[in-house]
């Protein structure tokens, strides 16, 4: 079972930042935090992953809660190629981070 | 290195038959997955290889299931005596793994119809 929940979808202006909730409650303190995003007839595409403190790259930055129990993913400006269903993954060891855990997403919608 | 590639794009099969796709990962990947996605869920995953050695088989897996990949190049998943609940989309993806941050590469898919 996906160790995650998430809101089943968020809609969004173009050009305009996205926050996406994920909750992770049960999660330990070795156990990363890792996004994935597909986009229409696609597979997933990795988008970023953490464990503590924020993180950023050139797609998107991630926000961890002190606790850890919850993060988000910030889309600093949104596109329409961004909509896409967005998986917030946890609970993998580091040896396995292959076998990620898919739980519903969140469908994010990209309004002109 | 065009990415993780999959063959074919779409399946159509009858019911009991066999079927069999391929994945080529990315070169110089050493761990190739499967995964498996129905509608409006998220991808489940079956089985991985590290190199040609297959290193865990999800219970999703029936025995009807088999994949392989020798020489640790490409690989394939076959599925035989097909059945409707077989229906759905079969993804590949690859990574180079050594200790932590492993990211996987996933290729379109292979999308089976069972009729």
């Known amino acids: 079972d996906a160790k995650t929940t998430q809101p089943n979808s968020m809609e969004s202006n173009e050009e305009e930042p996205v926050h996406l909730p994920c909750n992770h409650s049960t999660i330990s303190g070795t156990d990363y935090i890792h996004w994935y995003r597909q986009l229409p007839s696609q597979g997933p595409e990795y988008v970023i992953h953490?464990?503590?403190s924020n993180v950023n790259n050139r797609m998107a930055s991630l926000a961890i809660a002190e606790d850890r129990k919850s993060s988000t993913l910030i889309l600093h400006r949104a596109t329409l190629r961004d909509a896409a269903v967005y998986y917030c993954i946890s609970g993998m060891t580091t040896d396995s981070w292959g076998k990620l855990q898919f739980g519903a997403g969140t469908q994010v919608v990209v309004t002109p | 290195d065009t990415g993780v590639s999959q063959d074919p794009r779409h399946k159509i099969t009858k019911r009991g038959q066999n079927v069999t796709f391929r994945c080529d990962p990315i070169s110089e990947h050493n761990r190739l997955y499967w995964y498996r996605q129905t509608l409006g869920q998220g991808p489940e995953f079956l089985t991985y290889?590290?190199?040609?050695?297959?290193?865990?088989k999800s219970r999703l897996l029936s025995d009807r299931f088999s994949a392989e990949r020798p020489k640790g190049s490409f690989s394939t998943l076959e599925i035989q005596r097909t059945e409707q609940g077989d229906s759905a989309m079969y993804l590949c993806a690859s990574s180079y793994y050594q200790t932590t941050n492993e990211k996987l590469f996933f290729g379109s898919g292979t999308q089976l119809s069972v009729l």
């Open positions: 290889f590290q190199n040609e050695a297959q290193l865990e």
């Open positions: 953490g464990l503590t």
